[in-house]
């Protein structure tokens, strides 16, 4: 298989191209680098009824046998890792070391998930019954992923799919769908035909995914605009859906800070992969004592530190905006803030004639609660700073959102960011630290952030139904 070049849907096990093909962008350049087949209908329909039929015994293998299947999988991307961080950089724009979070984390996901294995509920055990509730699982499975973490993302939706006994479809972003491509291509040496496959395409191919009569559980990651619209579509056959939708993550610093010492750790905390993150911090409130150092403190990190730039330049620090529909986004952000004569501590300009979608780092200096750069999800690297002094009132702030994906405190004393902690509605709270997350602990959206978990055992049974059997020992029934 060459790494960099022919890219093929996997469909009942077969390498499969496309008499019309999409375009790949590199982000760092604006240039299409590569072609991507355009799944058709029939293709979804295809690919559907394969994995039908693969369920049938993929679901009867054991869990023993599944673990080391999944084993065998993350082998094979680990002695691929190389190809697949230089293609996952020149796709989505990351620097390497953002490229090896990605890929080593995959191989350790699936390692980890392997281990994982369904409990079975006795229920009553008496001379009289026998009642059993166990997990079988849901059938066929479309996983729909966004371009931010391609290969992650997809993972997250692979390895508990197939640790449950479903088989999965894959549909990658149009922006990303390289890499999806080769993991899934990769995985045809492992898995029987039909098990796990990937269908390349545009929207339209992931709408046709949830209204699908014979997918039976949608795995959605992407925006909470798209997540309503799978939520709908999906309705009409009672699909099963986990939704990871989008965020507005606040994180509150206390005043009891050292502002030099926290800028790294509350940079990284916003911009980590350029910002394209469901999980950076996107509100950064700022106790008013120590508001002034921490606005200075960053900025003097972003203009001493941080290179933004093509990822494949060892140097880069952060990559280009994944692609122009994003890039126009994020530039509306700067716009916004420009219009409205909000001040910038740092960036704000976007030099236009650069030759990839590159933004530069920004922060905005306490600009109002309901402006635009605060209340929406900018995914690009813009960050707005805000003052606040009573403890009540920021929680009340940064509650006051219709997301509730995850939110930070940082501060010395433990007693007060627990307490904050606390009082904060998102999935994940992290204190004094930030993007901690593993195989083992729930992950999912509370508000529009999402429906139901990815990751730890609650992440694996939502690709089951409950089966509950009941024995009557007793009864002469012949
Ligand atoms: P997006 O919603 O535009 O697209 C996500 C996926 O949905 C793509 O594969 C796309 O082709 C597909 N899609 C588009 N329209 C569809 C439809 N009508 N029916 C079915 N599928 C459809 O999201 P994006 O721009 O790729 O990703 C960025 C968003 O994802 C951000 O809002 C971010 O916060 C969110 N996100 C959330 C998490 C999480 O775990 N909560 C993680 C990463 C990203």
């Known amino acids: 298989m060459n790494i960099d070049t022919d890219f093929a849907m996997a469909i009942n096990g077969q390498m499969v191209t496309t008499e019309n093909t999409l375009p790949v ?31 049938n015994s993929w679901s009867k293998t054991s869990a023993d046998e599944r673990q080391a299947a999944l084993e065998a999988y993350a082998d ?72 931010n973490f391609p ?20 549909k990658p972003s149009p922006y990303t769908p390289l890499s999806d491509l080769k993991i899934v291509e990769l995985a045809q040496q492992v898995f029987p035909a039909g098990v796990l496959s990937a269908l390349s395409g545009g929207d339209e191919l992931g709408k046709w995914m949830t209204v699908h009569p014979d997918i039976n559980k949608i795995a959605f990651t992407g925006s909470t605009e798209t997540g309503r619209h799978v939520m709908r579509s999906a309705s009409d056959t009672i699909k099963r859906v986990t939704l990871e939708l989008g965020g507005n993550d606040p994180a509150i610093v206390m005043p009891d800070v050292d502002a030099k010492a926290i800028a790294p750790q509350l940079f990284w905390a916003a911009f980590q992969n350029n910002a394209q993150f469901c999980n950076v911090t996107k509100r950064l409130y700022v106790h008013e004592d120590v508001y002034d150092e921490v606005r200075d403190a960053l900025a003097d990190f972003i203009a001493a530190n941080i290179k933004v730039g093509d990822g494949t330049e060892a140097d880069t620090d952060l990559g280009p905006i994944q692609n122009s ?9 700067f716009a916004d803030c420009h219009d409205n004569g ?90 004094n630290e930030i993007h901690q997350y593993s195989p083992f602990q729930a992950f999912g959206g509370h508000k529009q952030s999402g429906l139901g978990c990815e990751n730890s055992l609650h992440g694996l049974m939502e690709y089951t139904n409950w089966q509950t059997t009941t024995l009557n020992k007793v009864s002469e029934i012949a």
């Open 342 to 431: 909000y001040k910038f501590a740092i960036g704000g300009e976007i030099d236009e004639s650069a030759p990839g979608w590159f933004v530069p780092v920004s922060l905005v200096d306490n600009p109002p609660e309901d402006s635009r750069i605060v209340t929406e999800e900018p995914f690009g690297p813009i960050l707005p700073l805000l003052k606040w002094s009573d403890e009540a009132d920021v929680i009340a702030r940064a509650n006051d959102t219709i997301y509730g994906l995850g939110a930070s405190v940082w501060g010395n004393d433990i007693d007060a960011i627990q307490r904050i902690g606390s009082q904060l509605e998102a999935g994940t709270v992290w204190l």
């Open 76 to 147: 094979i991307i680990e002695a691929n890792a190389e190809g697949l961080m230089s293609l996952l950089t020149r796709e989505q724009g990351k620097p390497r070391a953002g490229a090896e979070w990605e890929v080593f984390g995959s191989v350790a996901w699936l390692r980890a998930i392997a281990t994982q294995r369904l409990p079975e509920e006795k229920v009553e055990e008496t001379d009289e019954r026998r009642v059993i509730t166990r997990m079988t699982p849901v059938g066929v499975v479309g996983a729909i992923v966004p371009w």
């Open 151 to 170: 290969i992650l993302l997809a993972i997250w939706k692979i390895a508990p799919a197939l640790m449950a006994g479903c088989t999965i479809i894959v």
């Open 25 to 55: 962008y590199n982000p760092a350049t604006r240039s299409v680098f590569a072609q991507v087949p355009d799944a058709s209908k029939a293709q979804l329909d295809e690919t559907v009824s394969a994995a039908r039929q693969a369920f």
């Open 325 to 333: 529909m994003q890039y126009e986004k994020v530039k509306g952000y």
